[in-house]
Structures are given as structure tokens and as C-alpha cells.
């Protein structure tokens, strides 16, 4: 029986940059490209050279990405969040969408100072500069696992935010993905205007309405 590989996040994937001279490189990861509901947001950090716990926000609990998201936010040395709206990603696509809310946040940090390069988890970017999309980035990158606890964190406080806003959803449980709970409540209210009308499931739902 094989054993599944552990990536620990490192710098090796900044380094292939590095070592052509392209200084500083940011980490680039998004949060919420499968939901039913609420925005996609992406994040985009610069971090000091140095060793950090920060992981791929996937395997950490709220409480800890909580308290790495403080952290990142002390430590980086730039950072910048974007989000691209439900109507965003239905007028434009999810990938599209994504790619906007990329360049939202590093927009925030080009306003600091530049950026010449990135690395990503698989989005492959239009940048002036190299872009290192490499599958599992969060994994990989410590700066792209703190892109990825940036996006989470701040995406998650939005869905809890919008459950106040539209009660009837339980967008504080699932944050938009399509958990029964979810699928139920659309079927018995419909959408409302934070639904993505183009993914199939809000669409079915409509049907109800």
C-alpha cells in the first residue's frame, strides 16, 4: 500500500525565479470557484525569506487559519485581497472571474511596490513577468498556502455576513457550497441575488420558484 506524498511548503518553487534574478515574487491563491453562492476572492502575498507554519488552508482548522491569517498579515510584507461578484462570475465565467479577483488583489500590492513574478496555484495569469502555475501550489509555496488562508479566512467572514443578510440558506454553515442543507433551502426559497445563476443547481432551483 503506497503512502501518500506530504508536501511541506517551502520556497523552491520562488526559487526557480530567484535564481534568474526576478525579486520580489508573489503567491497567488483563491477561495469559492465551486460554490453555488457569494464570490470568488483571491489573495496575493509577499513574505520575508524565512520558515513559517503556513499550509494549504484545505488542512487547517478555522481556528487556526483564524490565527495564521493574523500572522501573515503582520509578517508579509505586502499583501492584497480581491473578490469578483456571483454577477461577475455569471457574466464573465468562473475562470474569468477568478482571474479578475487575482488581479484586484495584486493591483493592492502593485501600488506598493512592484512585483516581478508569480507563482500559483494553477492559475495561469496574465502578467507582465514570469508566473509559475504549478498544480497543488498550496502545498508547495509557503507564500501561496498564505495567499490561500488569506482567501479562505476572508471569503469565510463574508458567507457569515451574507447569513445575516439571507437567513433562510445557512450560508454560516456550508459558505455557499452545495451541501444538501443548501440544495434544500433553494428548492424551497429559490435563489437570492448572491446565487450564481449560471451553475446548474441555482438554475434547476428557479424552476421552483
Not at 503567491?27 to 520575508?48: T, Y
Not at 488581479?103 to 502593485?110: M, V, Y
Not at 498564505?146 to 440558506?169: C, F, G, N, W
Request: glycine residues 8%.
Amino acid at each position: 500500500m503506497k503512502s501518500k506524498t506530504l508536501f511541506i511548503p517551502d520556497w523552491s518553487l520562488e526559487s526557480l525565479l530567484f535564481q534568474q534574478g526576478y525579486i520580489p515574487i508573489a503567491g497567488v491563491d483563491e477561495a469559492g470557484r465551486g460554490a453555488l453562492a457569494g464570490p470568488v476572492v483571491a489573495a496575493a502575498v509577499i513574505l520575508p525569506i524565512g520558515n513559517f507554519p503556513f499550509r494549504d488552508s484545505k488542512t487547517l482548522s478555522a481556528q487556526q487559519r483564524e490565527e495564521m491569517a493574523r500572522d501573515i498579515k503582520e509578517i508579509a510584507l505586502a499583501y492584497g485581497i480581491g473578490k469578483a461578484s456571483a454577477e461577475e462570475v455569471d457574466q464573465f465565467n468562473v475562470l474569468k472571474a477568478t482571474h479578475l479577483a487575482a488581479k484586484r488583489a495584486l493591483g493592492q500590492i502593485t501600488s506598493q511596490l512592484e512585483i516581478n513574478g508569480l507563482v500559483t496555484d494553477y492559475l495561469k495569469l496574465e502578467f507582465s513577468k514570469p508566473v509559475v502555475a504549478v498544480a497543488k501550489g498550496d502545498s508547495k509555496s509557503l507564500q501561496i498556502a498564505a495567499a490561500s488562508i488569506l482567501a479562505k479566512t476572508t471569503r469565510d467572514a463574508l458567507m457569515v455576513q451574507y447569513a445575516e443578510m439571507y437567513p433562510h440558506y445557512g450560508f454560516e454553515q456550508h459558505k455557499g457550497y452545495g451541501s444538501p442543507v443548501h440544495l434544500a433551502a433553494l428548492v424551497q426559497h429559490g435563489p437570492c441575488p448572491l446565487h450564481r445563476r449560471s451553475y446548474k443547481p441555482v438554475a434547476q432551483a428557479r424552476l421552483f420558484e
